[in-house]
């Protein structure tokens, strides 16, 4: 069974620094692996999504890896903001099924 | 891009009350959905997976009378939270998967439910 995992599970930095946000699974056998963020009680927002032929996606100031065969993710934020705040979660997809890590909870402090 | 609708997005109910939550994709046809739960600062557990016109396929521990799962057409699926209680209170949240191999999910806002 596919396990994912998300490391930290919180992280605080001052705004304007770059970070890195790490995911990884348990079995490479997966179609794709997205990144969302979920505001407190709000629903997901995708940010990234990274098919299981490709590294590595870029959105703005996100770029998002993808290492299948060492079952590893990350996100990149680069010049922080305090409204990335939020807790970012990955997920991976196989055989039409999806599973979620814990997710990590970003502050980023003005 | 993709839209999929939930409601309601908040809800408020006695103990015992049935609560119906519906998934909509608005501008796609959703051969399955999803059904998600999230309690307070933990991730989302699947709960089932509903392929239109067949019979939910529910996850290891959900009560399938507890949860009732209808996913009648190719753009609405519905989740029945049956005599509800207050330990049911949590976060739900639907998503939608179009026709095509290896689509991505599109997510629901969610739906808070409070039993009182």
């Known amino acids: 069974k596919q396990e994912v995992t998300q490391i930290p599970a919180a992280l605080s930095v001052p705004e304007g620094e770059n970070l890195v946000l790490n995911c990884s699974f348990t079995?490479?056998?997966?179609?794709?692996l997205q990144w969302f963020r979920q505001d407190p009680g709000k629903g997901l927002t995708s940010l990234l999504l990274?098919?299981?032929?490709?590294r590595e996606q870029t959105s703005g100031r996100l770029n998002a890896s993808l290492d299948k065969s060492s079952g590893r993710s990350t996100l990149y934020i680069a010049a922080s903001q305090p409204g990335d705040s939020a807790t970012y979660l990955c997920?991976?997809?196989?055989?039409?099924?999806?599973?979620f890590g814990a997710g990590t909870r970003l502050t980023v402090k003005p | 891009g993709a839209v999929v609708s939930q409601h309601p997005s908040w809800v408020i109910c006695k103990s015992g009350t049935s609560v119906k939550i519906e998934c909509r994709s608005l501008?796609?046809?959703?051969?399955?959905m999803f059904w998600y739960r999230q309690f307070p600062k933990q991730s989302l557990m699947l709960m089932a997976t509903?392929?239109?016109?067949?019979?939910?396929?529910?996850e290891q521990g959900v009560e399938k009378d507890k949860f009732l799962i209808n996913h009648a057409s190719l753009t609405l699926s519905t989740l029945t939270v049956t005599s509800a209680h207050p330990e049911d209170s949590s976060f739900y949240i639907c998503?939608?998967?179009?026709?095509?191999?290896?689509?991505?999910?599109?997510f629901g806002d969610g739906t808070r439910l409070s039993i009182l």
């Open positions: 998503s939608a998967m179009g026709q095509l191999y290896n689509q991505p999910q599109h």
């Open positions: 079995d490479s056998a997966i179609y794709n």
């Open positions: 990274i098919q299981s032929s490709q």
């Open positions: 997920a991976v997809s196989d055989n039409n099924d999806m599973r």
């Open positions: 501008d796609f046809q959703a051969t399955t």
């Open positions: 509903s392929n239109e016109g067949s019979k939910a396929t529910y």
